[in-house]
DNA sequence: ATAACTAATTGTAAAATGCAACCAGTTTTT
DNA sequence: AAAAACTGGTTGCATTTTACAATTAGTTAT
């Protein structure tokens, strides 16, 4: 029995929503906290993005990084210049998931009891409208893709 | 020993990041459907619920409802009507998880294989702006608030 | 050479999810 | 009135995911 090729276009997705299809990608509980901390804290490392507050385990952030690359949201690269250093750089399909955040943001302003301090990025997005978050996101370009 | 008040502000959160309390809230496989079925396939029974493409089992059903319900994202009542019926409901705070629907979506159709015909809603809303989904949410308003 | 730092891996326990069958009431059909 | 079908669930069990702590091989700094 030969090895058989697995059909791209065919893969298990559970629905072909547009909802669930995000879902699939970052609907879960460290994703997208990882993505924060990139966008918003310019965490590049394992070690920096294994700091956060919500203490991610490390075999899970090993996992959502492997995740996140293969579905094209992150890619990762070794630092010429320190070679046990990987940096990790977000792609303009991870830089265009800024307004799920911000959206998230603004809902939890609010709703939920968020602590000011941390809430600072979310307020000025909130704030600052679409000319803002372009801006964000050209800078995030500007650090991140080549 | 008598039962102790459980101190509301205190909830074990893993952090006061708005990203966070709103993944505490809705970041997980479910949830999004779940208020997806409700705000555009106005589904408003269990058994709706249950029959949507992503196939979720019964017991993960019940325990989101309750979960949004505690959150307050859902009401629950019995219809006077039909006894054995119970009807859900989004409050404010649910309707307004609609921007992050929409983001989501917008993301999805330019980024993953999204089925043309799943698609229409996030496809309107993606053109329609501002406008349109403020009339999405009047309309949402006045089917489910009282 | 030693110590400290890197991105992980490993082992084990706990929690969440998936799946199928089942259930007690409530309507509907016959 | 009985039977059938429908309601929002519950139960038991297998699988998967996550949490937590310790450990590791390779790399750099002292």
Same mark, same amino acid.
């Given at each position: ?6 059909? *791209?276009?065919?893969? $298990? ?7 669930? =299809?995000?879902? %699939?990608?970052?609907?879960? #509980?460290? +994703? ?22 919500? *203490?991610?385990?490390? $075999? ?7 995740? =996140?690359?293969? %579905?094209?949201?992150?890619? #990762?690269? +070794? ?68």
């Amino acid at each position: 029995m030969q090895p058989v090729f697995k059909i *791209k276009t065919m893969e $298990n997705h559970k629905s072909l929503c547009p909802i669930n =299809l995000a879902l %699939e990608v970052f609907g879960d #509980k460290w +994703s997208l906290i990882i993505i924060r901390d990139m966008m918003f804290e310019k965490k590049r490392h394992f070690r920096e993005l294994l700091q956060s507050d919500e *203490k991610i385990a490390s $075999n899970i952030l090993t996992d959502r990084l492997a995740m =996140l690359e293969r %579905e094209g949201i992150i890619t #990762k690269e +070794s630092d010429p210049e320190h070679k046990q250093k990987i940096i990790y750089s977000l792609t303009l399909k991870g830089i265009d998931i800024l307004p799920v955040i911000i959206a998230m943001g603004s809902w939890s302003l609010k709703y939920q009891p968020v602590d000011p301090e941390k809430g600072k990025h979310a307020q000025q997005l909130a704030e600052g409208g679409f000319e803002l978050q372009e801006a964000i996101k050209m800078g995030l370009a500007e650090k991140h893709l080549k």
